[in-house]
């Protein structure tokens, strides 16, 4: 809009290059983007490219358009009524995916790839065509002989039809492939080749998805559309995704990532947690839910806004840093917070990291403009006896002393009955922890 009435000054340009430096030269008089866009990455500084600013929540979806597959009334009786096979029962993890691709989270898609998209996908990290950046597959296993292309099959969960797929085709998958592709590995030691390699069957399905209804949870989900109405807009909205109960070193990352030099002030951040299926030795999402809802009561800070995602983790690391990030784009966020070793995981073996402490965070920031989204690098933060929490540099300088717990010993504290100090977990989420132990 701002450039509507000076379509003019593009017409000599020869060549894309000059169209941007005309654009670049043109920006900051418009007050959209001010001074020099070409800003240096930098993981020990909050450095990031200079993006245009708009309307927080209103932010362009991924790929353009917020897709929404839902139907109700007349259109979901049909729906239902074209189906010509017998329905199809789904897994959790299944069911998590049908909800994000009918709601828009999984936006552009409009329903479970097809072979060439998961392939392309898979080496492109794109999906094919519009060349729109995707970070996994998002894909629809069985053992079902009789789900062939031409078919149309209701999707059930929990005695609920959620959708119905028009199965366009269905393919073998090379399985060791598609874990290197994904999660760099094929080992059985890493989580995400475990659940393709063991939980998902010897067939894909893909095709056009229509959503029918969403899970019956235990956590309330909102789906993109919804949850965009509540945020403001005319603020930036900083993501915080997390997988496990908020500690106090959580809670000090994504309270402080407000203030970082590429967050404008008076902003908010959406805690947006998975409650999906996550790897085996996580706590499971019910328990997760009922410590976000505690510490939601405990904080009642009308900065933190609060949020919970129906989605399956895969622990892939990079690739998985930019899932998470369009995802949250698809939410109207405009920032992104990233943990050293984002969605990592561990040899279930040797326990060595499979990823390193900042291949999601260089990943993320490599992509961050071609997804119109800002990364906020989280800052390395330790509690000390002299300035509580404080960054490591600051306690370096200073000679600070710092006070460590280490998550084994948390554990047995917790399942011991022992008393947990404060500077580590809120004592509201410590009780409901231990109900559950």
């Known amino acids: 809009r701002v450039l509507k009435g000076n379509v003019a000054m593009l017409a000599p340009c020869r060549t894309a290059v000059r169209s941007w430096n005309k ?3 043109f920006l900051p008089r418009t007050g959209v983007l001010a001074g020099n866009s070409q800003t240096s990455f930098s993981r020990n500084t909050w450095a990031q490219p200079t993006f245009a600013r708009g309307m927080a929540a209103r932010a362009t979806p991924h790929g353009g358009k917020l897709v929404d597959l839902m139907v109700t009334g007349a259109e979901k009786d049909a729906a239902i009524k074209k189906c010509n096979v017998p329905e199809l ?4 993890r299944q069911a998590c995916d049908v909800e994000l691709l009918t709601t828009g989270a999984f936006s552009p898609l409009d329903g479970f790839m097809n072979e060439d998209v998961w392939k392309h996908v898979l080496d492109e990290m794109r999906l094919p065509g519009s060349n729109v950046l995707f970070g996994l597959p998002v894909v629809l296993d069985t053992d079902r002989s009789d789900l062939v292309a031409g ?4 999707l059930k969960f929990q005695d609920q039809i959620i959708g119905v797929l028009e199965i366009e085709s269905a393919w073998k998958p090379d399985k060791a492939t598609e874990c290197k592709q994904s999660y760099g590995f094929t080992t059985l030691e890493h989580p995400g080749c475990r659940m393709i390699a063991m939980e998902r069957k010897h067939t ?14 235990v956590y309330p989900v909102m789906g993109p559309a919804a949850l965009r109405e509540t945020l403001p807009g005319t603020k930036d909205v900083v993501a915080f995704q997390c997988r496990n109960p908020i500690h106090r070193a959580h809670y000090e990352l994504f309270i402080r990532a407000l203030d970082a030099p590429n967050v404008e002030k008076g902003s908010v951040v959406l805690v947006h947690p998975t409650c999906g299926p996550t790897q085996e030795d996580d706590i499971d999402g019910v328990t997760r839910f009922k410590t976000y809802e505690v510490l939601k009561k405990e904080l009642n800070d009308k900065r933190v806004h609060w949020a919970y995602l129906p989605y399956s983790m895969h622990m892939a690391g990079p690739r998985e840093a930019i899932q998470h990030m369009l995802i949250r784009k698809n939410y109207g966020c405009t920032h992104f917070i990233i943990g050293r070793d984002m969605a990592g995981c561990k040899s279930s ?3 060595d990291d499979f990823y390193g402490q900042y291949d999601a965070q260089d990943i993320a920031k490599k992509h961050s403009k071609e997804l119109d989204m800002q990364v906020v690098p989280s800052l390395d933060i330790l509690y000390t006896e002299e300035e509580g929490y404080t960054t490591v540099d600051i306690a370096k300088a200073k000679k600070l002393h710092p006070v460590k717990l280490s998550g084994t010993e948390f554990r047995r504290k917790l399942r011991a009955g022992e008393e947990i100090p404060e500077w580590f977990a809120f004592k509201s989420v410590v009780d409901v922890l231990r109900e559950s132990v």
């Open 151 to 154: 078919k149309t099959v209701a």
């Open 23 to 25: 654009v670049a030269a």
């Open 349 to 351: 073996i040797t326990g």
């Open 204 to 217: 894909y399905i893909g095709g056009k998805l229509t959503g029918t209804g969403t899970p019956k949870r």
């Open 89 to 92: 029962e789904l897994s959790e």
